[in-house]
Structures are given as structure tokens and as C-alpha cells.
């Protein structure tokens, strides 16, 4: 069963959970949100509550129903980055010492910890300069931030408590994991749990970096593929959002096989705006948004194999393997070069494999279908296949919006054929394919749009709609043969099966 829940900042806990009435509020709120589990924050810009009240709130959450977790986000320490005053400089001794400290009592009082994706530093300070040798920043970031998590967050943990286990969660942006010390692979290794970040936010808002909606898919799926069993759930908040993109969120990140979705946070939900008017929206979604799981937990996620390497960050064309879905290609996202896939669509993101000229030209001799970009092709000096269309989305990945008609139709059938379908609709239409024998629709304009599905060599059972998210939207299916038109409102979201 998917999970709901919610975390109390340390701010939160301060001001909402030291009083009776305090308590009665909040837990009536989770309630009402229909929530089966709260993080309660011990530590945040610089704020670290102590253990008697921790326990008092765990004790009160866990007496009214709810499982309940603790949480650690690493700002305000005692000595910052000098590039960024909400990151750490983990050189400095009394930092180090701190975050043991923090873990040990977190840890004392909790079973599981989440770590907020602010576990990174981009400090280039003197002290740091001269612990690097003659590392790289990103080498030297990537190596601190690992030995100072199994030193200063692991054995603490769980030298005080060796039930507990610690989730480090990934952040959303994932193109700076290396330069900014995520380590994913020696991480994931070490880390008890892990947990995605699927906060695209307003895909409009400049200043969250305009991540389409399918990025919080493509992190959800590709987080999965990394902690092979580690990765328990996606996080997103509110933040400049609006009901139906914050709807698209949830959905993504169930999407992306999430277990748990953490909606960040009490505060922000409860008494801030946009956070109310999405919360209004979440919890009319909610039977819809269960459904959605159930429907699709068990089910592998299928369709064009889109790797994106870890610890590799893309130096251009970035962010640009969450773009594909947008441009209603089934994307299926991979850590690793997939040997077995019928159909590949190779990016930036994939320039960092060792051998990758091998993958391609072995997957060529299988004869699978393979697409790539501008400068996939370029780096490597492959060519491309004859009259397939290069993907390039030049300065900005948004203009792929506008590829005309024919393009965007001969890019799409080269990689779908192979997988028995043809697909029909304008951009900002998504489809995620399940096993052989479902198909979820999404419609991220803001107008109804006419979609064709040809399901030709896919599973022969015809297709009902197995669910309409909104609920209220008017979804109309019609077949032919194997061939399904759908008129899809605006910002819905169906399930064939
Ligand atoms: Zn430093």
C-alpha cells in the first residue's frame, strides 16, 4: 500500500509540538490529510531541539496511529560555504562534530532518519582548498562529503541505535550530484535507504529552474533503479505551484514507483499559500491518487531505454533526459547501458560510460532501434542512423516543445515500432507503459487534446479506462481494432488497462 506523510520542521516542532493544543492541531490536520506517517525534525538552520520533546512528540504521533520518523537538514553550521550560506564547509572540525552529534541524538530517538537533500557543499574555502591536495573540487567534494557520512552520520547512528536506518535522499537536480558531493554510488552502497526529490515545482518558474513535469518520473524511476531495493519513496513540495501542477507531482512520483509519497511540509501545507489551496486539491485526489498505485505498484515500468550515468554530471544538454517524456516517448529510465532493450535513446547524460561506442554499435549489429542527440553524436562521432532526427534542443530544452509535426512523429515511431505501438498527440502529452498491457495517458496542456494509440504488437486485450484522474474530467475512449482515440482534457491524466 502507498503511504502518505508529512515532516514537521525543526521550526515546526519548536513552535507546534511543545504545546497540548499545538499537538491537537497538527495531529487533527494529518488526520484530516488521512496521512499514515510524520518526520519529526530534530535539527535545521541551525536550530537542534532537544531529545525530551523529540520523544514527547514521537510518543503523542505514535499513540494516535501514525508511524513516525525523524529527520536531520544540514544548514546553518557552524561555519558555511563560501559560495552558498545555506551549504556546509564539512573541513571544518566543529561541523563535523556537530553533525555526529545531531545523528546520535536523532538517532536515540528514531528508527529512521531522512537526511533533506542538503547534505552537499560547494565550499572552495581556504581549509578546504588545502584538504583537496590535488583533487578537483568535484572529486574533493564528492570524496569529503562520503568519508564525512559513514564517519559522522552512519556510525553515530547507528553506534546508538543499531535499528536505525538512515536515508540519505537525493536531490531533483541531478546533473550537480558530483560536483556538489552526492555520491550516488558509494552512497547508495553505505546509506540504509534512499529517497527521491520529485519537486519540479512550476515548470514556468525561472527561478526553480523550469523542470518539466516528467523529470519527477524520470528521478523517481531512475532513484529506483539505483538503491535496487534502497529507495523508499519521493518527496515535493508546494512551492510556487499550482493545484494541477502540484496534482502532476504526486502522480509523477507514483508514476516512478514510489512507495511513500512525503509531502514537505506541515507548515508550508497548513497555513501558506499556494500549500493550502494544493492541499484542498491533494485531498480530493487522494482515493484517485491510491488507485493510481495500486493499479501500477506491481507492474515493471517498460519503454525506451533512457540511461542516465550516476556521478556524472552532463557538462550540456542538461536535464535533458526528463525533456523525452514531454515529448510523449515511453521513456523507461536506466542507471546502467540496458543490453536488452529494443529501443535507445542516448544523451549528454550517457557520454560518461565507459565503452558507450561499443553499446552502440553491438546494439546496432542486434538491430535495435537507437536515437540520439546533438551532442551524443557529436562527442562521440558516431552518426546517426539514416532518416532518423537528431534530438537538439540548442540553448534551451523547452524549444523541443515546437519540433514541427513530422519530426516529432518520425522521432517517436523509430523508437516506438519496436515496442508495438504508434502514438499520435501533440507535445506536453505523456505515455508510461506497464508490462505488456497498460498505458497511462497525461495531458500537460492547459487544452483538451485528440490522441491516436496504436497498440499494434502490444498485449491484444482490449483496453478500458481503468481510471480518470482528475476524477471529474470527461474522458471519452473509442477502438478501433487495436487502435484507441482519446479525447484527453486539459492537465488529466488516464489509465488504458
Ligand atoms: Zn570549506
Known amino acids: 500500500m502507498h503511504l502518505f506523510s508529512t515532516l514537521f520542521t525543526a521550526q515546526s516542532v519548536d513552535r507546534d509540538l511543545r504545546t497540548e493544543e499545538g499537538l491537537q492541531r497538527c495531529i487533527a490536520w494529518c488526520k484530516e490529510s488521512k496521512l499514515q506517517k ?4 530534530s535539527f535545521r538552520n541551525g536550530l537542534f531541539i532537544e531529545q525530551e520533546l523529540l520523544e514527547k512528540a514521537r510518543d503523542r ?8 520518523h525523524g529527520c536531520v537538514t544540514p544548514t546553518g553550521l557552524p561555519k558555511v560555504s563560501n559560495n552558498w550560506k545555506d551549504g556546509g564547509c564539512y573541513s571544518y572540525p566543529p561541523t563535523q562534530e556537530l553533525m555526529a ?6 538517532a536515540a530517538v528514531f528508527d529512521t532518519v531522512m537526511i533533506d537533500d542538503f547534505l552537499f557543499t560547494d565550499c572552495t574555502c581556504e581549509e578546504c582548498d588545502k584538504a583537496r591536495g590535488e583533487r578537483s573540487f568535484a572529486d574533493f567534494h564528492a570524496d569529503l562529503m562520503h568519508e564525512m557520512s559513514v564517519r559522522c552520520i552512519l556510525r ?3 553506534e546508538v541505535n543499531p535499528k536505525c536506518k538512515v536515508i540519505i535522499k537525493y536531490p531533483l537536480w541531478y546533473e550537480n550530484f558530483h560536483k556538489n558531493g552526492y555520491e550516488t554510488v558509494r552512497q547508495t552502497r ?6 527521491a526529490g520529485t519537486e519540479t515545482r512550476e515548470p514556468d518558474a525561472e527561478r526553480w529552474g523550469r523542470y518539466p513535469q516528467t523529470q519527477g518520473f524520470y528521478m523517481m524511476a531512475w532513484d529506483v533503479k539505483l538503491g535496487k531495493g534502497k529507495c523508499m519513496g519521493g518527496w515535493f513540495d508546494p512551492y510556487t505551484t499550482t493545484p494541477p501542477t502540484y496534482l502532476e507531482q504526486a502522480r509523477q512520483t507514483i508514476l516512478g514507483h514510489a512507495k511513500e ?5 506541515f507548515r508550508s501545507l497548513e497555513e501558506e499559500q499556494p500549500g493550502m489551496d494544493d492541499t484542498a486539491a491533494l485531498r480530493k ?11 501500477t505498484e506491481n507492474k515493471a515500468i517498460v519503454g525506451v531505454s533512457v540511461p542516465k550515468q550516476p556521478d556524472v554530471d552532463a557538462a550540456e544538454e542538461r536535464y535533458l533526459s526528463s525533456f523525452y517524456g514531454m515529448l510523449g516517448i515511453p521513456v523507461c529510465p536506466e542507471t546502467e547501458l540496458d543490453e536488452g532493450a529494443k529501443s535507445v535513446l542516448l544523451g549528454a547524460q550517457a557520454l560518461g560510460y565507459p565503452g558507450v561506442r561499443d553499446y552502440v554499435l553491438a546494439m546496432r549489429e542486434k538491430g535495435a532501434a537507437l536515437a540520439y542527440s546533438k551532442a551524443f553524436l557529436r562527442v562521440t562521432g558516431l552518426d546517426a542512423q539514416e532518416g532518423v532526427p537528431v534530438v537538439d534542443p540548442g540553448e534551451d530544452n523547452w524549444s523541443l516543445m515546437d519540433m514541427p509535426e513530422a519530426t516529432l512523429n518520425a522521432l517517436r515511431d523509430h523508437l516506438t515500432l519496436p515496442l508495438g505501438l504508434k502514438l499520435r498527440a501533440p507535445s506536453r502529452v505523456a505515455l508510461n507503459l506497464y508490462d505488456n498491457d497498460m498505458e497511462v495517458l497525461q495531458n500537460f496542456n492547459d487544452f483538451d487534446v485528440d490522441i491516436e494509440l496504436d497498440l499494434f504488437g502490444r498485449d491484444p486485450k482490449a483496453r478500458a479506462l481503468a481510471l480518470v484522474l482528475s476524477k471529474d474530467k470527461q474522458v471519452s475512449l473509442r477502438r478501433e481494432g487495436r487502435r484507441y482515440f482519446v479525447k484527453l482534457p486539459a492537465r488529466t491524466l488516464a489509465v488504458l488497462f
Do not use: K, N, S
Open 38 to 41: 510524520v518526520y519529526i525534525e
Open 61 to 68: 504521533f505514535q499513540a494516535e496511529g501514525f508511524l513516525v
Open 101 to 106: 552529534a545531531i545523528f546520535r541524538r536523532t
Open 156 to 158: 553515530p547512528a547507528h
Open 190 to 195: 553505505d546509506f540504509d535507504l534512499i529517497w
Open 261 to 265: 509519497t512525503m509531502l514537505f511540509c
Open 285 to 295: 485526489e487522494r482515493p484517485g491518487l491510491d488507485e493510481l498505485a495500486y493499479l
